[in-house]
């Protein structure tokens, strides 16, 4: 007999819906590589050797199996939950003090807690993240907009970890190149890179001056994918959901002394203030259950999308290897 994890009804084993709740059972001890169905104390498969639950998935027909697409679409993820694993992202930062002889210098210190920084000095972009390879930012800019650049990409990354620790969770299993190409393939997609612009440009506004608020690559996306206004509206809720979860965390970090700093900084570099982008800034944002419901059907759409389109397959196998290479 099996459980329900929904609603606790026993059902046979045989049962592939729960019998009282119509809810998709999860079927325990299956193997995630080939399939076979183990006892329930075992460990390891009995058809090829492998670790029920694995540590890691290396490989996209693993993490793509039956299983895995039944544990992503009964994912029930509490606010409580949902909170412990924010902090895992976060904790980090815990631990260290916020140091540096400039003001540039101390966020880049913070931002490196996370993941590495570097500067670029060719291309027009003030700055970008790659997985695996940390965040680029372009140092001839002044300091005040490294500042701000450094921030937003940051934000990036971070929300790329919350997903990235979520589904480890859901999965039980740890960070991989295989997963994280699943993670930068759904974040790339016209919609939710709209959302994920988003987020990263609220968050950085929320740590410069009042009126240096800059949407200009959120704006150059509106245009060039052409999406109804319903539609952005969505992205921009949504992604203002994840801006104010992280901006929540690096309040704790970047102070009011530290963004005071910031403001200075923006002084002495004689930069002038636009506030036109001000008001592309919203308040709304969804609940934290409803966010988390939308987050988990959406990646289980694309999840099941790409288990079963060659061309998408093909694109993620692109981004691994991208992402191994760096």
């Given at each position: 007999?099996i459980n329900c994890d929904?609603?606790g009804t026993l059902?046979?084993k045989?049962?592939?819906?729960?019998?009282?709740?119509?809810n998709k059972l999860?079927?325990e001890?299956?193997c995630?590589?080939?399939?076979?169905?183990?006892?329930d104390y075992?460990?390891h498969?009995i058809k090829c050797?492998?670790?029920?639950n694995?540590?890691?998935?290396?490989?996209?027909?693993?993490?793509?199996?039956?299983?895995n697409?039944?544990?992503l679409?009964n994912?029930q993820?509490?606010?409580?939950?949902y909170n412990?694993?924010?902090k895992?992202?976060?904790i980090r930062?815990?631990?260290?003090e916020?140091?540096?002889?400039t003001?540039k210098?101390?966020?880049?210190?913070f931002a490196?807690?996370?993941?590495?920084?570097?500067p670029?000095a060719r291309g027009?972009?003030?700055?970008f993240i790659?997985?695996?390879?940390?965040?680029?930012y372009d140092d001839?800019?002044?300091?005040a907009?490294?500042?701000s650049?450094?921030?937003h990409?940051?934000?990036?990354?971070?929300?790329?970890?919350?997903i990235?620790?979520?589904l480890?969770d859901?999965?039980?299993?740890?960070?991989?190149?295989?997963l994280q190409?699943f993670?930068?393939?759904?974040?790339t997609?016209?919609e939710?890179k709209i959302?994920?612009?988003?987020?990263?440009?609220?968050v950085?506004?929320?740590f410069?001056p009042?009126?240096?608020?800059?949407?200009g690559s959120f704006n150059?996306?509106?245009k060039?994918?052409?999406?109804?206004e319903?539609?952005v509206?969505?992205?921009v809720?949504?992604?203002n959901?994840?801006a104010?979860?992280?901006?929540?965390?690096?309040e704790?970090?970047?102070?009011?002394d530290?963004?005071?700093e910031?403001k200075?900084?923006?002084?002495?570099d004689?930069?002038?203030?636009s506030?036109?982008?001000?008001?592309?800034?919203?308040s709304?944002?969804?609940p934290?259950?409803?966010?988390n419901?939308?987050?988990?059907?959406?990646?289980l759409?694309?999840?099941k999308?790409?288990?079963?389109?060659?061309?998408?397959r093909?694109?993620?196998?692109?981004?691994?290897?991208m992402i191994?290479?760096?």
């Open positions: 007999m929904m609603c059902n046979l045989e049962n592939n819906y729960c019998t009282h709740c119509g999860i079927i001890h299956i995630p590589y080939c399939g076979e169905v183990n006892l075992a460990t498969c050797k492998s670790q029920i694995p540590i890691e998935i290396n490989d996209f027909d693993t993490l793509f199996s039956q299983y697409e039944n544990l679409s994912a993820i509490t606010d409580e939950k412990k694993l924010l895992e992202v976060f930062a815990d631990y260290i916020v140091y540096g002889n003001t210098n101390k966020i880049l210190n490196g807690v996370f993941t590495e920084c570097k670029k027009y972009e003030r700055g790659f997985l695996g390879n940390g965040i680029y001839r800019l002044e300091d907009i490294q500042i650049t450094i921030i990409e940051l934000a990036h990354y971070l929300l790329f970890s919350i990235e620790t979520l480890c859901i999965f039980s299993i740890m960070p991989s190149t295989t190409s993670i930068w393939y759904f974040l997609l016209p939710f959302m994920n612009e988003y987020c990263a440009h609220t950085e506004g929320r410069v009042y009126g240096y608020q800059n949407y150059l996306l509106i060039q994918m052409g999406l109804d319903e539609s509206k969505g992205m809720i949504f992604g959901s994840f104010n979860e992280i901006i929540a965390y690096l704790k970090y970047i102070d009011d530290l963004r005071d910031i200075l900084q923006y002084r002495k004689s930069i002038e203030p506030y036109e982008e001000i008001l592309t800034e919203t709304d944002s969804l934290l259950s409803l966010k419901r939308t987050l988990i059907q959406v990646l759409d694309i999840f999308e790409s288990s079963k389109e060659i061309v998408v093909e694109e993620l196998e692109g981004i691994k290897e191994e290479q760096n």
